[in-house]
T-cell receptor
Framework: SQQGEEDPQALSIQEGENATMNCSYK?????LQWYRQNSGRGLVHLIL?????REKHSGRLRVTLDTSKKSSSLLITASRAADTASYFC???????????FGSGTKLNVKP | EPEVTQTPSHQVTQMGQEVILRCVPI?????FYWYRQILGQKVEFLVS????????KSEIFDDQFSVERPDGSNFTLKIRSTKLEDSAMYFC?????????????FGSGTRLTVV
């Protein structure tokens, strides 16, 4: 299966702390994307990292990609209560036409 | 910022009935997708659509499902005879390219409840 798998499944931190979520996948990819989902709501695209990139930043988000280990991490710095959500990685295989979501990490940021 | 719009946000239907879920992708996007998420489970790929035809579909997308772009702006998912296990959140997505350089823009979803 191509599907990414995130860990941890759940993460609870205090506001102001950093949150790190990891994603592992099995086959080669074109790119990897991270999405956020608030409870019962839609998926919001956060950041895309291509297979030839190693690190990318967007605001308080930092994403790394290690294609040799087939893994990615999402770091949210200085977390806020509003960051509470589920975070999913989605891998895009080389045939482009679909991608695969992991099970997600449920992040709870306590005020 | 451009959005993918899905309607309705919530639909309740009787088992065996037909439902049509509607999506308006971003206007300059060429690739369209349907995904679904059964409560508490992973988001699963259903189908991708390009140039007025299905590019790829999953094993979930059986003969009960069909997609259509009837008028150049709407992108619909039809479930011919709904089953209880079709209850899920259905997400439409669109992209300008097939994923190489851009993220996908998802709609906020339609929650389908089959009773």
């Amino acid at each position: 299966s191509q599907q990414g798998e995130e860990d941890p499944q759940a993460l609870s931190i205090q506001e102001g702390e950093n949150a790190t979520m990891n994603c592992s996948y099995k086959t080669s990819i074109n790119n990897l994307q991270w999405y956020r989902q608030n409870s019962g709501r839609g998926l919001v695209h956060l950041i895309l990292i291509r297979s030839n990139e190693r690190e990318k930043h967007s605001g308080r988000l930092r994403v790394t990609l290690d294609t040799s280990k087939k893994s990615s991490s999402l770091l949210i710095t200085a977390s806020r209560a509003a960051d509470t959500a589920s975070y999913f990685c989605a891998t895009v295989p080389h045939n482009f036409n679909k991608f695969y979501f992991g099970s997600g990490t449920k992040l709870n940021v306590k005020p | 910022e451009p959005e993918v719009t899905q309607t309705p946000s919530h639909q309740v239907t009787q088992m065996g009935q037909e439902v049509i879920l509607r999506c308006v992708p971003i206007s300059n996007h060429l690739y369209f997708y349907w995904y679904r998420q059964i409560l508490g489970q992973k988001v699963e790929f259903l189908v991708s659509f390009y140039n007025n035809e299905i590019s790829e579909k999953s094993e979930i997308f059986d003969d009960q499902f069909s997609v259509e772009r009837p008028d150049g702006s709407n992108f619909t998912l039809k479930i011919r005879s709904t089953k209880l296990e079709d209850s899920a959140m259905y997400f439409c997505a669109s992209s300008e390219s097939p994923g190489a350089n851009y993220g996908y823009t998802f709609g906020s979803g339609t929650r389908l409840t089959v009773v």
